[in-house]
């Protein structure tokens, strides 16, 4: 089989390249190691920022967010037993959306049906070769037999785990790390959520987190030792834990009520570099991962995304290959702006282990800060709502 573009993982990333390639046009196949259910078993992201929002709508995959979705003009800061709103709308004139990821999976995935883009599931083994060189190709098992896809580019979309990156020559390749002493546990559950905005908890017993997916579905999450077992912790127990870190204005309008999803995810930011080897780019969380308080993991994917498209699509259109040259340059920038902004607001959330009454105090300065100063609420916001790409 020959292709232009070879598309390693159908997560967010690898629909959306691909959907945005099939409308311009450009021949592309994506390939995941598992089937469509596995990938839409997983429960992630929730808030789209507006350019993600964007970039869905250039795919032609929005018309369900935009009936379904819910936009949030602001979210809150809960410390101290207050609720201190940060008005997001007011401080930047944007908006986020609240959406989930498994439903944007979902609406992306119909859309290649609809468009008779290729994917092939169930693809053992794939493996990306020769993108030093000037005959890059893909191979991959499937059903017993072996497969070869050759192409013009691969990428490599296929998340922190995947194949793409450990392909690369470890002296070609730079990585920077941190792991956080904590993970979140977290449940999906049909109870209206605590609040119509999302409430961000910094509580002595630990964060909180009470995000939703529609106004009847809640998403819960708290802070938890890494060692923490799945099994000990019933629906009342989660329920209880999340109670006490709430200011009594939420914890008295939560309702509780059998989950039907409930998982322990740690915590790490994570940066590779750079981005592209040869014809090979790395995309979203094969390239970077970051911890999910500041909402930016599926958002980051998409930026790259936009960054790779225009590259291809000058590429094939416009015969320049400028866009593509500097695709790892224009992706980083924006990746690592993200991934401080996450290792803040993770910082400034959590309570560390080692942390120290040190930390507690700088914590407390800096909530207090964000509360009585308009330029640091509006520096936040503006963080959060998306820097521009
Ligand atoms: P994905 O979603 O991991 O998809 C990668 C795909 O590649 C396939 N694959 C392979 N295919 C072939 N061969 C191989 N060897 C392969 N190895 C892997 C996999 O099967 C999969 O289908 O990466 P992608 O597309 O880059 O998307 C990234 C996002 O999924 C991720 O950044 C977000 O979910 C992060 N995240 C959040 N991001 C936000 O923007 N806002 C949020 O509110 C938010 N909340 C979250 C989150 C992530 C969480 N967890 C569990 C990590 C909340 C949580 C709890
Ligand atoms: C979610 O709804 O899953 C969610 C929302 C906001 C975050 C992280 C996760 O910061």
């Not at 119909?110 to 883009?117: D, I, L, S, V």
């Not at 017993?144 to 998340?159: K, Q």
């Not at 998403?219 to 099994?231: A, F, G, N, S």
């Amino acid at each position: 089989m020959r292709t232009q573009v070879a598309i390693i993982g159908s997560g967010p990333s690898g629909l959306l390249l691909g959907q945005l390639l099939t409308n311009a046009g450009i021949d592309n196949v994506i390939l995941d190691r598992v089937g469509k259910d596995y990938i839409l078993g997983r429960v992630r992201a929730g808030v789209l920022e507006e350019g993600t929002v964007g970039l869905l709508q250039e795919a032609g995959a929005d018309a369900r967010m935009h009936a379904e979705g819910l936009s949030h003009d602001g979210f809150s800061l809960a410390f101290d037993g207050r609720d201190h709103r940060i008005d997001l709308f007011a401080l930047t004139g944007k908006r986020v959306m609240v959406y989930g990821q498994t439903e944007l999976t979902r609406d992306l995935m119909e859309r290649r049906e609809k468009t008779n883009g290729v994917t092939i599931y169930d693809a053992r083994n794939v493996e990306p070769h020769d993108f030093g060189g000037e005959l890059p190709f893909v191979t991959y098992e499937k059903d017993g037999l072996s497969h070869r896809i050759d192409c013009d580019f691969i990428a490599g979309c296929d998340g922190y785990h995947g194949i793409s990156r450990k392909s690369v020559p470890e002296k070609s390749i730079a990585t920077y790390e941190r792991i956080y002493p904590f993970g979140w546990l977290g449940i999906l559950a049909d109870v209206s959520p605590v609040s119509h905005e999302l409430v961000y908890a910094n509580h002595p017993r630990g964060f909180a987190l009470c995000s939703m997916r529609s106004t009847s579905r809640s998403r819960y999450y708290i802070q938890c030792p890494l060692d923490e077992k799945i099994e000990d912790w019933s629906d009342d127990r989660f329920y209880e834990e999340l109670r006490r870190r709430l200011p009594d204005v939420h914890a008295e309008a939560l309702v509780t009520g059998p989950s039907f999803e409930k998982s322990i995810a740690p915590l790490r930011s994570f940066v590779a570099e750079p981005m592209r080897f040869g014809s090979l780019f790395l995309v979203g969380d094969a390239a970077h991962i970051v911890p999910p308080t500041g909402a930016k993991g599926l958002n980051l994917a998409a930026s790259d995304v936009h960054y790779l498209f225009e590259g291809l699509r000058d590429h094939y259109l416009d015969h320049s290959n400028s866009a593509l040259a500097a695709y790892s340059g224009r992706a980083l920038k924006r990746v690592w702006k993200s991934v401080r902004f996450s290792w803040s607001m993770t910082m400034l959330m959590h309570r560390f282990p080692e942390g120290g009454e040190f930390g507690q105090k700088i914590q407390e300065a800096e909530l207090d800060y964000l509360t009585h100063s308009t330029a640091a609420a509006a520096s936040l916001a503006e963080n959060y709502v998306g820097l521009p790409y």
